[in-house]
């Protein structure tokens, strides 16, 4: 029986030597380090060859949550707004607003804009993504207004955005400057200095809107530098419950503040010099501001949902939802909607702000994302060159595959012909 052993086991046929270790990276393992899954694209959603590749993260509830319930304030505050001659409730309430929805949305937008380095993929988003829609949306809303409000002399001008496109320009300037914010020593501290000096300019311009550009650049800067260990300190809930006596104060100074304070102030469009008020005042308005802002900012995210919500799948629409609730919130002016009379009773408020609320949602929901795509995300790959640099890698990868597949099968069937056979 040992002979027989013996004699079958010299026959085996040897096993293919084993593959020398490697010191260098696997295919495609540094991208992963540099793009992991966890860290979401400068839009908030996972990069592509992340996502391709299998590896991204499911959305992270409590940021879609956050941005659902931030544009349900952006649309209840532009409800509020010509309600405010005739109560003082509906004035406090947008001024209380007003402090905070817009920086959340800002601080959120520098959050998921960490990765952005110029590289050609994030510029090839960044045109598709925000560039397209903002160019779309100013003609749209252009042409609107000439019909709506009987007003055709009504210029279109990309320079001089109307309404709500300039958010977009916004976005889009401060995301093109993330690499100078990752590379300066005191980045807050600098756009906060920019932002005091843009207040007391008053020879800035319109031009893209660019005092509300340097104005809220310090909250996107803010953003850029956010942790997630940031997000899960004010979610304690040591947090939540402090924020409920500064919640309470801020509307009572609100309240207060309302028929002593000019609501321009929370706009951040003009200095302190447009506004009748000497220049000193607008580097105090500004700073104060933006302390309250960041405060409320804080109190607002404490108290956002961490798990999955009916309304966690809307956040990923909040852009849809703000540029088109515009046209029905500028044509509730001009068709002179409010000067019905029911609407300036307390029961119109109420009826008011719960249908702001329900269009919002609407607007936000998956079909009318679908409808409206072709806007608010194009398939742009006509307009763009193809990267030499990605084709290369992705041809290494792919060549890579197909060599470690033919090794495996080459080595599986050497195995298979020098097995020992069962019976002896």
């Known amino acids: 029986m040992r002979q027989q052993l013996t004699k079958y086991s010299s026959a085996r046929a ?18 992963r380090r540099a ?24 959305r992270d509830p409590y940021f879609d949550n956050a941005k659902y319930l931030a544009i349900v304030l952006v649309a209840l505050g532009h409800a509020w707004e010509p309600l405010r001659a005739d109560s003082r409730a509906a004035g406090a309430l947008y001024i209380f607003v007003y402090t905070f929805h817009m920086p959340a949305f800002m601080v959120i937008s520098g959050y998921f804009s960490r990765s ?47 309404y709500l496109t300039w958010f977009l320009g916004a976005l889009f300037l401060w995301r093109l400057t993330t690499p100078l914010w990752k590379t300066v020593r005191w980045p807050v501290g600098l756009a906060l200095a920019i932002a005091v000096l ?11 809107d660019l005092q509300r550009v340097l104005q809220f650049l310090p909250f996107f800067v803010i953003g850029l530098f956010l942790k997630q260990e940031h997000f899960d300190l004010v979610r304690r809930r040591s947090a939540r419950l402090l924020s409920v006596p500064v919640l ?26 447009e506004m009748g008020a000497p220049w000193w005042v607008g580097v105090i308005m500004t700073l104060a501001l933006f302390g309250c802002s960041m405060v409320l900012t804080a109190c607002f995210l404490a108290w956002v949902p961490r798990r999955h919500m009916w309304f966690t799948a809307l956040g990923a629409g909040t852009l849809y939802g703000y540029l088109l609730h515009g046209f029905v919130a500028k044509g509730s002016r001009f068709w002179e909607w409010y000067d019905v009379g029911w609407v300036n009773t307390p029961l119109g408020a109420i009826g008011v702000t719960c249908a702001a609320a329900a269009l919002i949602t609407v607007l936000c929901t ?16 006509w307009a763009f060159r193809e990267d030499p640099a990605a084709t290369a890698r992705q041809r290494v990868e792919n060549t890579a595959g197909s060599n470690a597949g033919s090794k495996t099968q080459g080595n599986t069937e050497g195995r298979t012909e020098g097995k020992v056979p069962e019976r002896m």
């Open 366 to 381: 998956p079909p009318i994302q679908r409808i409206f795509r072709f806007a608010m995300e194009p398939r742009m790959a």
């Open 35 to 58: 793009s992991p899954g966890t860290a979401p694209g400068a839009d908030g959603k996972p990069d592509d060859r992340t996502a391709r590749s299998g590896s991204a993260k499911p």
């Open 248 to 273: 309470v104060v801020a509307l009572a100074v609100a309240y207060w503040a309302v028929e002593r304070m000019n609501a321009e102030w929370f706009y951040h469009r003009d200095s302190a010099q």
């Open 14 to 31: 040897p096993l293919p030597p084993a593959a020398p270790q490697s010191t260098e990276p696997a295919a495609g393992s540094e991208r």
């Open 198 to 208: 843009a207040s007391v300019s008053p020879d800035i311009g319109d031009d893209l």
């Open 116 to 162: 952005f380095q110029g590289k050609p993929h994030q510029l090839k988003r960044l045109v598709s993504g925000i560039a397209v829609p903002y160019v779309l949306f100013e003609v749209a809303y252009t042409f609107f207004k000439r019909w709506a409000d009987d007003d055709p002399n009504q210029p279109i001008s990309l320079l001089d955005p109307w």
